[in-house]
């Protein structure tokens, strides 16, 4: 039986830019859900909307020339979907801990299809929101580049809350989803999150565009995942980044996840889609280099395990980071053919620190078996060396290195090279986070089970530090 057709303009909507169609859009899909699914279509037009939330068993379509704008709540008359309330909310910032307060939102559906080739584009959304309730006085909070972070009182918390309402500060966000597929769409200017996806079984993403103000993707708790064919440009956060946090009110893993054939990004954003890649922006907000990486954590009370990161590159960005501080463990993660180009920070960041981020009896977590093989980058900021960094007591463990090339601008310095690094076991983890490295290509301290194999260090200056330091390394 073919696939029955709604067409959003059946239902009011007029895609002109200036009516609001939210009405009509959310219409469409209540009426394809009472049918028991169908396709809901925004033909070509400019549909200015708040808050679309999903059903299950429903295709949303954003056909070629469709763009669905968000709308702004200073400049139009209406507002997005209160944040949900969030008992869970404690462990992980605002945008981490809400749903509803998105241009897209779903809450437990199942097979639902977002599609292309149309743009989402998330003029009125906010990149904002603030930071997690919890703190070990605001240690970890926010990177070291940042400065100290500084104590905020339960009034202004809340008041800064409070002023969320009524803003969207996400572009798609689903919580307990299964069967979801979202492919060929172009997202600009996603806020906060331009996806989140927390607690998802079953989730493809293929062919998507996104430039964006803050992160790309966050898979939240996801099992079951292959992300393929995937072009993300964010300067100012990660552009592919998994977590397991706490926001569902559980430790939950994330697990079998594919990341294959992605280019991530740190170009001006819009500019990876007007084609003109801008490099005037040279820092992020952190005040560390451009980001836009692949990353693993920060957010990390729940496991993460059977990652594959394959055939991806990465051009003017921060490196890989497999990061878990809050208690959660690593394992059994594969990184293979790799290409990074201009390299913002450490080609290749894998740090167990002790944040504790998380429940009373948390504890330090654990980081084993990573494999990375066939890694070529060029163009790598010199001060930060592949960092390898567990714990006195918490090492890293399993950890082999195969077939690398890694050149560095070269020009560090005998100091340099002679500086004791700092163990910061508390810390926001990020390559910055130790300083210069002592050497200039691998830097390693509490690891057990380091293997090399064919791994080349080059310079395009002379560097006075040593290719490599181990540190307390077996």
């Keep these: 039986m073919a696939e029955r057709v709604f067409d959003v303009r059946d239902f009011g909507a007029r895609g002109d830019g200036l009516t609001l169609d ?154 307990n989803g299964r069967n979801i597929v979202i492919r060929d769409l172009t997202v600009l200017k996603g806020g906060h999150f331009a996806f989140l996806l927390t607690g998802v079984d079953g989730l493809l993403m293929d062919g998507l565009r996104i430039d964006t103000d803050r992160d790309g993707i966050d898979l939240d708790c996801v099992r079951e995942a292959r992300l393929s064919n995937l072009r993300v440009n964010t300067p100012n956060d990660d552009a592919i980044v998994l977590k397991t946090s706490f926001a569902l009110g559980e430790r939950r893993s994330t697990e079998r996840v594919q990341i294959m054939g992605c280019r991530v990004s740190g170009y001006d954003m819009g500019t990876l889609l007007d084609g003109t890649f801008g490099r005037t922006q040279n820092l992020s907000p952190d005040l560390d280099r451009v980001t836009g990486r692949i990353k693993l954590g920060t957010e990390s009370n729940g496991d993460f395990r059977d990652i594959e990161i394959a055939d991806c590159q ?122 210069v490295s002592p050497a200039h290509g691998l830097y390693a301290r509490h690891v057990r089970g380091l293997t090399l194999e064919n791994v080349v260090f080059a310079t395009e200056t002379p560097d006075a530090r040593p290719d490599v330091v181990l540190d307390d390394v077996v």
């Design 22 to 175: 939210t009405p009509a859009i959310n219409a469409a899909i209540d009426a394809a859900a009472a049918a028991g699914g169908g396709r809901v279509v925004l033909a070509p037009g400019r549909y200015l909307s708040f808050s679309i939330q999903l059903r299950s068993r429903i295709t949303l379509e954003l056909s070629e020339g469709a763009i669905l704008e968000a709308a702004d709540p200073a400049r139009h008359d209406g507002q997005y979907d209160a944040p949900e309330p969030n008992p869970h909310d404690a462990y992980q910032d605002f945008g981490h801990s809400h749903w509803h307060n998105s241009l897209i939102w779903g809450e437990d559906i199942e097979d639902v299809v977002l599609l292309g080739p149309g743009l989402i584009h998330g003029l009125g959304l906010t990149r904002e929101g603030p930071g997690a309730p919890w703190s070990r006085d605001h240690i970890g909070d926010r990177p070291l580049s940042m400065g100290p972070a500084t104590p905020l009182s339960p009034a202004v918390f809340e008041a800064e809350q409070a002023a969320m309402v009524g803003l969207g500060n996400k572009a798609v966000a689903i919580r």
């Design 314 to 435: 990465f051009e003017r960005s921060r490196g890989l980071a497999i990061e878990t501080v809050d208690g959660g463990v690593i394992e059994d993660i594969v990184v293979r053919d790799i290409v990074m180009r201009e390299v913002t920070t450490a080609p290749i960041f894998l740090r167990l620190g002790d944040r504790r981020r998380g429940p009373e009896g948390t504890t330090a977590g654990a980081l084993q078996r990573v494999s990375i093989r066939n890694l070529v980058a060029t163009g790598i900021d010199p001060r930060f060396a592949a960092t390898l960094a567990g714990l006195p007591d918490h090492p890293i463990e399993d950890v082999r290195l195969s077939d690398i090339h890694l050149t560095y601008g070269g020009g560090g310095t005998a100091d340099d090279a002679g500086r004791t690094v700092p163990e910061l076991p508390h810390a926001y983890p990020e390559p910055s986070m130790f300083g």
